[in-house]
């Protein structure tokens, strides 16, 4: 078997979709499964507000990428990518949820089974309020979040159907560098 296929892929959208922008990854997740470029290998999970009930859905995965939001002060909409140590090294409570990806990271690092590439796609929210739609500036960053997403996919499940949009990888979003220089949203 070669290398490439026992490496396992996993998207997995956090958020609670009644609380506005916090159901962005959620959001995205739902473009996502509709989107050809997305290959059949990659699983695609909505864990919502799961916790620490994820740790069984991330286990044996080699690859994770994360969609949620996340807020670090910026501006609403602002989309940020935070990779591997970076995101190790986050403390617990670390986005909108009561129980961080950092918590479920290091339950996982404990049972040793954590992922060997990790990346988390965040928008930073407008609000996480009560209400079942995403916020305007939230809204309208759902593409570039979505376009995002499939350039990292790209990158580990490499396929000529893969394509992140017509030009590339999204514009602004230095998938190598530290998490505030993979900012792009609204100025």
């Not at 570039?144 to 030009?167: F, K």
């Amino acid at each position: 078997m070669n290398q490439e296929a026992e490496l396992r892929t996993l998207v997995l959208a956090l958020g609670n979709p009644i609380r506005s922008d916090d159901g962005v990854g959620v959001a995205a997740l739902r473009c996502l499964e509709a989107d050809r470029r997305v290959p059949g290998s990659v699983d695609l999970v909505e864990g919502g507000t799961k916790g620490l009930e994820l740790v069984s859905y991330i286990s044996g995965i080699s690859r994770l990428l994360v969609l949620d939001a996340v807020d670090v002060g910026a501006v609403a909409g602002t989309i940020l990518c935070i990779r591997d140590e970076e995101l190790r090294s986050l403390p617990g409570n670390g986005n909108v949820h009561d129980l961080a990806l950092a918590d479920i990271l290091n339950a996982l690092r404990l049972l040793g089974q954590e992922p060997q590439e990790i990346v988390l796609l965040g928008i930073q929210p407008a609000t996480t309020e009560l209400g079942t739609s995403l916020s305007k500036k939230v809204e309208s960053s759902l593409p570039l979040l979505v376009e995002a997403a499939i350039a990292q996919i790209s990158l580990w499940v490499p396929r000529e159907t893969v394509q992140p949009g017509d030009a590339g990888e999204p514009v602004g979003i230095d998938f190598a560098g530290a998490a505030m220089k993979g900012r792009l949203g609204p100025e």
